[in-house]
């Protein structure tokens, strides 16, 4: 199994990115899927994740701006990000979760003006 994402780059503040991550094999329509990322200096830390049945959940800092969606057909999983802020640069990884951890490679999102 292999989570490829891509979709990254630079953006100027208010500016949207859509990430995507392809998921290799046949374990994606079984599993919980989340977007991380990791800004320099800090934790990785949680930003959205998207459950089989299609229920979603943000942290506080990216609701009303950021959507996770999913294409069981496409095995892709998605992020599609509005309103980019400077403090949202990070590199973006993908997971899955399906009987133990898969990770991708990152994404770096530089919100810079």
């Known amino acids: 199994v292999q989570l490829q994402a891509s979709g990254g780059g630079l953006v100027q503040p208010g500016g949207s990115l859509r990430l995507s991550c392809l998921v290799s094999?046949?374990?994606?329509?079984?599993?919980?899927m989340g977007w991380y990322r990791q800004a320099p200096g800090k934790e990785r830390a949680t930003v959205a994740t998207?459950?089989?049945?299609?229920?979603?959940s943000y942290v506080d800092s990216v609701k009303g701006r950021f959507t996770i969606s999913r294409d069981n057909a496409k095995n892709t999983l998605y992020l599609q990000m509005n309103s980019l802020q400077p403090e949202d640069t990070a590199v973006y990884y993908c997971?899955?979760?399906?009987?133990?951890?898969?990770w991708g490679q990152g994404t770096l999102v530089t919100v810079s003006s």
């Open positions: 997971h899955a979760w399906y009987r133990q951890d898969y």
């Open positions: 094999g046949s374990i994606f329509s079984y599993s919980s």
């Open positions: 998207i459950g089989t049945t299609g229920y979603r």
